[in-house]
């Protein structure tokens, strides 16, 4: 319990008072012993039991009825997570979730879940512990602890701000004990403020068991988790997939490709017409799209521009609706960079398809180059103009200089295929690792694949591709934690992508004497592209990137808004919209699991935190009401009851007539009766 008034709480002890006053009481009587008393007590001896626990309980109510009375003078609070907080703790860190997915908004009140978390959670800290003790915040885009002059101050920081970044609850989570074990900061709550969205909790990570461990042994950590669980119950999100210029004559237009995504209408909710406004280089368009099912994509959408526009920057925009955060995407436009591939491999048979498929355009008006190198040359990358990477060849160790420049290729956005090696070894990347070889006899095809994105994903016009056709007859075991992308007949993984890099592993070699990828073809060459095209991004002097902390070198530095919006300058990276610098254009966006609307169960949240003191509270938007409330009145009607249970106690007992009474009684009854 925590109390605004502290001074009340002093005069506790006089909640004692009328157990002493009894005591006097019963020791100032004067005892005068005569003949008779021998009766007396005898009599009182039947009934000394009940009579003791009468006056007890009537001591005990009395006692009640004080300490109520000085308990609502102190101004109790209580509710939510403040019900048993044993007073103040030495550090509270507040780790907040700022992505994109926390700016779904109340339709009636135009207040977002991050809004709602940031009053709620500063205000209940105001109340509970005032500037007793000392207030760390952990915000999802910068994971940096940020100490606070009071928990007030949140409401006005940058630092709170809405972003179009995911969030990593087991990062911050991270960044909070680090922040304990270094600063030895005494008992702690940590106060943990989220939506429930899958993959910010990533609870299939291999490091939510690290963390528990970690927290177990921290004495007077306690965690309050505050949960928005909340989802829009129908909403449209648009993305841009690709950018592409035509020219024909005097013409000139930009081709997008368009996926606009309609959730929670229904069934049965038939077709829905769509504004589309589409702005380039600031000169807005609208054009109507019709919706038939829950989803609508729209190839090479045509979009007139001036036939002097070479390179630029826009944006998309669907009508606003109660989530905000995916109704804009933006993009920008160049010169098209050639999609440069490198395959690094020993064998020759295997590179030799690779690089032909890699070389082969997939898009007529795209350049393509595929250079193939031996394992002993591969310093020689070029890694700045290398969308992909093939790697077939041991995993790297991580002394060597390979490895980091790996690390540094997944960090720019760009991606690497890893293949099985004959000699698979111990090493490890992204987390994941080759196991052994094992020859599948007979050859076996993938029982499932995700049709709905990846490498395997259905084509545009949403036929599958075709997968399940496919032989393997060799395969290498991958180990570690990652995101399944196929599967072959008992569990065992064909295609595995790193949880948090565009890093794949592919169980098999495309060679005859492995599996049939290079026979049949297509799944090949779909895979190869669709790699090379989601590393490609990062290519040329307009690119496509995801907002996140990292997302430009030096943080941002030199870089200032394209459209000359109003970002602080520590923000930009955190915000979708178009930067430039010089020559360069990069186009930040929302990544695309902030358009999952999936959840974790309370289940799955009680799980992260099992053996850990936690306390798990939902809030709603619309409530708007503080997590704490004075619960003075509670004690006031505590002493209330107490007085009148106590009064009902002293109540003499009914005494009942005498025979001469009776008999008074029943004459008088029979002579009125007469008259």
Known sequence: ?????????????????????????????????????????????????????????????????????????????????LGLTGGAPDTVLVLLDRSASMEEVHPATGVSKRLAAVRNVSKAIEDAVGRRSKVVLIESGHGKP??????????????????????????????????????????TDVWLVAD?????????????????????????????VLTYPQVPEEDLGVRVERVAQRRSGEKAELLLDLRVARR???????????????????????????????????????VAVDRSTVRGWGRVELPADAFPANDVFHFVFDEQPVLASVVVSD?????????????????????????????????????????????????PAREEAIHAQMKEHLAQGRAILFLPPANPGAAE??????????????????????NDTGLLANTRDGTALAVGGLEVSRLCKIGGAGIPLARLPGGGALLMRAAEQPAY??????????????????AMFAMLHRALQEGAGTLGAAQQRIASADALARGGEGWRPADERAVPA????????????????????????????????????????????????????????????????????AMALALVGEALLCLPPRRAASPLERGAAGAFAVHFSKS
């Open 1 to 81: 319990m925590t109390f605004l008034e502290l001074s009340p709480l002093y005069a506790l002890p006089l909640a004692a008072l009328p157990v002493v006053i009894h005591l006097i009481h019963l020791y100032r009587r004067k005892q005068v012993r005569w003949a008779a008393m021998m009766f007396l007590f005898t009599a009182q001896q039947m009934h000394k039991g009940l009579s003791r626990l009468h006056r007890i309980a009537i001591l005990c109510l009395r006692v009640l009825a004080v300490f109520a009375i000085l308990c609502a003078i102190a101004r109790p609070l209580a509710g939510g997570w």
């Open 146 to 187: 940020l100490l606070l002059e009071h928990a007030g101050a949140m409401t006005d920081l940058v630092e709170t701000a809405a972003t179009d970044a995911a969030a990593d609850i087991p990062g911050m989570l991270q960044g909070a004990l680090d922040y304990v074990t270094t600063n030895k900061t005494g008992r």
């Open 196 to 224: 429930l969205q899958r993959s910010a909790w990533a609870q299939e990570s291999g490091r939510w068991e690290a963390l528990r461990g970690a927290f177990a042994a921290l004495p007077g950590v306690r965690f309050h």
């Open 264 to 302: 929670g209408a229904g069934a049965g909710a038939g077709p829905l017409e769509v504004p589309l406004r589409l702005v380039v280089n600031g000169v807005a368009t609208t054009s109507k799209v019709t919706i038939q099912e829950s989803e609508l994509l729209l190839q090479a959408f045509p």
């Open 347 to 395: 064998d020759e048979a295997e590179a030799a398809p690779l690089a032909a498929a890699l070389s082969a355009p997939a898009e007529p008006h795209q350049k393509y180059r595929c250079s193939v190198l031996p394992v002993k040359r591969a310093a020689e990358i070029a890694w700045e103009q290398t969308g992909l990477l093939v790697w077939h060849a041991p995993i």
């Open 429 to 450: 990347f992204a987390g994941l690792s080759w196991g052994a070889w094992e020859t599948l006899d007979p050859p076996a095809g993938p029982d499932w694949w995700r």
């Open 505 to 522: 592993f592919l169980a098999t070699l495309c060679g005859a004497g492995s599996s049939s990828f290079a026979r049949d073809g297509v």
């Open 570 to 637: 520590g923000e930009m990276v955190l915000k979708a919209g178009v930067l430039a610098s010089g020559k360069q254009l990069v186009a930040l966006n929302r990544p695309a699991s902030e358009d999952d609307f999936s959840t974790v169960s309370p289940a799955v949240l009680k799980e992260c935190f099992a053996g850990l003191n936690v306390q798990i509270l939902s809030d709603a938007m619309e409530e708007g009401g503080s997590l704490t409330s004075e619960v003075w009145r509670t004690f006031l009607v």
